[in-house]
């Protein structure tokens, strides 16, 4: 089946420290993969897009199809990255888009 | 644009009551998703529509969901008769194509069935 996989639930880090949220995904052909992140009691807001190939808030996310993942880094995390961050993506052979189980992200001070 | 504009922000109402929610998509989207979201199950995708027409519903849950868009610029999705596990958030979205702009979500609605 076609999916994308976020392993961590959960997610801990210190402001100012590097961060890294993980997103696998299992697509034939050459999927198109997006992040979205929700903050707390808001509505999913689109971070990127791998087709852009942008950094928004200083994240971003780079595709690598052997790994087939599709990680978002961000190299210096801060108190309001503080969310929840869905990965999802279109297959080839889907017609809706599939998201992550999510990783709910802290950021300590 | 005001984006995705849904209705009620939040609802609470008995076990056995029929539930509402609605959803304006943004002018020009071809496509409309219902989402549930919860704690236990994230993020579920229970139906679709192009252009009005309903095209995947296979995630509603079971008969008590249906879901209708009259036009390309109202949709609503129904519960009758509500149950406590139903209680949920649920999120529309919008979208201009399938594939390569991503969506536009809504606000949601927080429904809590007691």
């Known amino acids: 089946a076609q999916r994308v996989t976020q392993p961590e639930k959960l997610l801990s880090v210190f402001k100012g420290a590097p961060v890294e949220l993980k997103c696998n995904y299992s697509?034939?052909?050459?999927?198109?993969l997006f992040w979205y992140v929700q903050y707390s009691r808001q509505r999913l807001q689109l971070l990127l897009r791998?087709?852009s190939r942008e950094s928004i808030k200083g994240f971003t996310a780079d595709l690598n199809k052997g790994e087939t993942s599709f990680h978002l880094k961000k190299p210096f995390a801060q108190e309001e990255d503080s969310a929840m961050y869905y990965c999802?993506?279109?297959?080839?052979?889907?017609?809706?888009?599939?998201f992550g189980a999510g990783t709910r992200l802290t950021v300590k001070p | 644009d005001a984006g995705v504009i849904q209705s009620p922000r939040h609802e609470v109402t008995e076990m056995g009551q029929e539930v509402t929610l609605r959803c304006k998509p943004i002018?020009?989207?071809?496509?409309l998703f219902w989402y549930r979201q919860t704690m236990m199950r994230g993020l579920e995708l229970l139906i679709y529509?192009?252009?009005?027409?309903?095209?995947?519903d296979s995630g509603m849950p079971e008969d008590r969901f249906s879901a209708k868009m009259p036009n390309a610029s109202f949709s609503t999705l129904k519960i009758q008769p509500s149950e406590p596990r139903d209680s949920a958030v649920y999120f529309c979205?919008?979208?201009?194509?399938?594939?390569?702009?991503?969506?536009?979500f809504g606000s949601g609605t927080r429904l809590t069935v007691v």
């Open positions: 979205a919008s979208s201009p194509s399938v594939r390569d702009y991503g969506y536009t």
């Open positions: 697509y034939s052909g050459s999927p198109e």
């Open positions: 791998h087709i």
């Open positions: 999802a993506g279109w297959g080839i052979n889907n017609n809706d888009m599939r």
């Open positions: 002018s020009g989207h071809d496509y």
């Open positions: 529509f192009n252009n009005n027409v309903p095209i995947d």
